[in-house]
């Protein structure tokens, strides 16, 4: 079955930075738009970003990441990545990948599975 | 501050009909589908309805979709304990390129 697992969260002091993974099995990962959301503790949902099938188009939530994250993906690994620089305290929340069930994508606000998360802390 | 707008809480008891509303703006609901997640406590979202009044299999019929112009409902019939959940809609955004969420309402069985 589809399976997402993200990895790489923990604590991290401001200004710094963190690679989180999302590594997928179950399906042909080089098929489909992959996507990141996060929840800050006690919050709603945010997207942040979107990775084409191939890597090519992406696109970001402007307010919340300005330049400050990159997300890419190595089809060759099955795994999709977040880069994140100049992390602030408002990072802080549950990182989730997801999946476009679409073949080449959607278009839509549609993510279906959502891998379990993994937690980002930015604190001094 | 979210773009979806949704009632940060809702109640029923069970056996009740609760209704949850999202609402947006031309660029997102107005435009777009809408998709309603189901994000039990500790647990990740779950997709429960996609493109505005679809379920996907597994769940159950007495969730349903619905969307007219700019607004957004999700309806819960024959309400459970097990329902006791965080309810989000998503829609993408053609202003802002990418996809906006609302804030969640959290439904309370009681």
């Known amino acids: 079955q589809v399976q997402l697992v993200e990895s790489g969260g923990g604590v991290v002091q401001p200004g710094g930075s963190l690679t989180l993974s999302c590594a997928a099995s179950g399906f042909t990962f080089s098929s489909y738009v992959m996507y990141w959301v996060r929840q800050a503790p006690g919050k709603g949902l945010e997207w942040l970003a979107l990775i084409g099938y191939d890597g090519n188009n992406k696109k970001y939530n402007a307010d919340s990441v300005k330049g400050r994250f990159t997300i890419s993906r190595d089809n060759s690994k099955n795994t999709l990545y977040l880069q994140m620089n100049s992390l602030r305290t408002d990072d802080t929340a549950v990182y989730y990948c997801a999946k476009d069930p679409a073949m080449k994508g959607s278009g839509g606000a549609w993510f279906d599975p959502w891998g379990r998360g993994t937690l980002v802390i930015v604190s001094s | 501050q979210s773009v979806l707008t949704q009632a940060p809480s809702a109640s029923g008891t069970p056996g009740q009909r609760v209704t949850i509303s999202c609402s947006g703006s031309?660029?997102?609901?107005?435009?777009?589908?809408v998709y309603w997640y189901q994000q039990l406590p500790g647990a990740a979202p779950k997709l429960l309805i996609f493109k505005n009044d679809q379920r996907p299999s597994g769940v159950p019929d007495r969730f349903s979709g619905s969307k007219s112009g700019t607004s957004a409902s999700l309806a819960i019939s024959g309400l459970r304990s097990e329902d006791e959940a965080n309810y989000h809609c998503?829609?993408?955004?053609?202003?802002?390129?990418?996809?906006?969420f609302g804030g969640g309402t959290k439904l309370t069985v009681l």
């Open positions: 031309s660029s997102n609901v107005g435009t777009n589908n």
């Open positions: 998503a829609a993408w955004d053609d202003s802002l390129s990418g996809a906006v």
